[in-house]
């Protein structure tokens, strides 16, 4: 392995730099940095994964797409077909996250519910954004680097802040062939 990246299977990436459970389900040609930790997850076909990325079970990974390094990716996520997700973004997926229950007892998996989070198809978020649970990413959207998205973006669109607000739309593809002349 001489590249940032290569074509890697759980069992033959090296085992003290990387964590790949036995039940990650990875596509064809996916690319695995090193000091990465997957486990229940699925990562389509010709993705990348950079260093120091977390993906949880139950998270789903298109094809085509690239995670950039220091990236968690949380159980409940959904990222679509050729999505860029860049340095440092995080995903969350409870609204009211607590450590123990009423009772004072630390929490287990049977105490709350994963709250769903999708990114949909060609969408693009910024290093160091924060993706708060119950939100979907438009398709094609760019979010802005170190935005917070704490509700539904539309399509085509470029949204920045905390909170992620709306600041324009991308040109359409006659637009652009317009600016071109």
């Not at 260093?51 to 995670?67: D, L, M, N, S, Y």
């Not at 119950?134 to 917070?148: H, L």
């Not at 973006?153 to 992620?164: D, E």
Request: with cysteine; charged share 25%; glycine share 8%.
């Amino acid at each position: 392995m001489n590249t940032p990246y290569d074509t890697a299977t759980p069992s033959d990436v090296e085992r003290d730099q990387t964590s790949i459970a036995p039940d990650v389900k990875l596509g064809r040609n996916v690319k695995l940095s090193k000091f990465i930790n997957l486990y229940g997850c699925e990562i389509g076909d010709d993705t990348r994964i950079g260093p120091f990325v977390e993906i949880q079970k139950r998270a789903t990974i298109g094809r085509r797409c690239k995670i950039s390094s220091h990236t968690f990716i949380c159980e409940g996520v959904t990222i679509e077909d050729r999505v860029f997700i860049g340095h440092g973004v995080t995903f969350i997926n409870d609204s009211y996250p607590r450590a123990t229950t009423a009772e004072g007892d630390l929490q287990t998996e049977n105490d709350w519910r994963v709250e769903p989070t999708r990114v949909r198809a060609g969408a693009s978020i910024g290093s160091g954004a924060t993706i708060l649970s119950n939100v979907t990413i438009g398709e094609n959207t760019i979010v802005g680097a170190g935005s917070v998205v704490t509700r539904d973006t539309p399509a085509n669109a470029i949204v920045a802040g905390n909170p992620a607000k709306l600041l324009r739309y991308l040109p359409t593809s006659d637009e652009r062939a317009h600016e071109q002349r």
